[in-house]
């Protein structure tokens, strides 16, 4: 490939992230089930902005601070002491627009925070259903990229690597990419693509386990479809704002 394509990196876990170079790269924050996604539709939706947080504890105390919605799970459920949960559905327009959300996960906030701390160069959050703004920003930047996985609790998802696979599927011959777990990421995107809610419930995904043992089905499908929420989101200054 040519010298002058900008590269492109997956990691599939957080507990990798130190491997990448973080300073150079714009971070892609993956956490399709359920906080990017939730993220891309509050901001679709009109939220003024959400601010992410990695403890429940900052949550309440920002909550308190500032005039907005505390938010936030923990294992898949409504986190304690908090008002809403992590459900794209808790986020219509007629309830969000105009509101700020202060927002804590169990795991997409905490690598949002790592690249933080890892000086990245920007940091924006991708899910299926803001794909494409996703894919059109890291187009547009020319920057070197790295495609988060927020996975679970530092173990491996099939969901989020998905998401890798299809932003590579789409965007991949504007990079050089030289990282087999883009290359298997893809490989997954391309098995899965057709259908992939029915493929992340015959793989028996854990996350899909996890979720539909709550009665979530519907929060995944809405999850793993595309362009519903297409916002291109953007973090500066301790926010997240759709740009």
């Known amino acids: 490939m040519p010298a002058n394509k900008p590269e492109l990196y997956t990691c ?51 909550g308190k601070q500032i005039d907005s919605i505390t938010a936030g799970e923990r294992d898949g459920q409504i986190a304690e002491g908090l008002e809403y949960g992590n ?50 920003y890291l187009t547009a930047q020319k920057q070197h990229v790295i495609l988060g996985c927020a996975a679970w609790k530092n173990r491996i998802n099939i969901e989020d690597s998905l998401f890798a696979g299809a932003v590579i599927n789409r965007i991949g011959k504007h990079f050089s990419i030289n990282c087999d777990s883009s290359q298997m990421a893809t490989t997954l995107y391309n098995d ?37 929420a297409n916002a291109t989101v953007v973090y500066e200054a301790g926010k997240l704002l759709s740009k």
């Open 12 to 62: 599939l876990s957080p507990s990798l992230l130190d491997l990448y170079d973080v300073e150079k790269s714009i971070v892609v924050i993956i956490d399709v089930l359920r906080a990017t996604s939730t993220i891309a539709t509050a901001l679709h939706h009109g939220a003024k902005a959400v601010i992410p947080v990695d403890s429940v504890a900052a949550c309440i105390r920002i």
């Open 87 to 136: 459900s794209p559905f808790e986020y219509p327009r007629e309830f969000i627009n105009g509101k700020t959300l202060v927002l804590t996960t169990t795991n997409g906030t905490r690598l949002l925070q790592m690249a933080l701390d890892n000086n990245a160069k920007a940091i924006i959050t991708g899910s299926f259903p803001n794909l494409s703004a996703v894919c059109d």
């Open 192 to 228: 899965a693509k057709d259908d992939l809610f029915q493929f992340m419930k015959l793989k028996n995904a854990s996350h899909y386990k996890r979720l539909s043992a709550f009665g979530l089905e519907k929060d995944i499908q809405y999850c793993l479809t595309e362009d519903i």
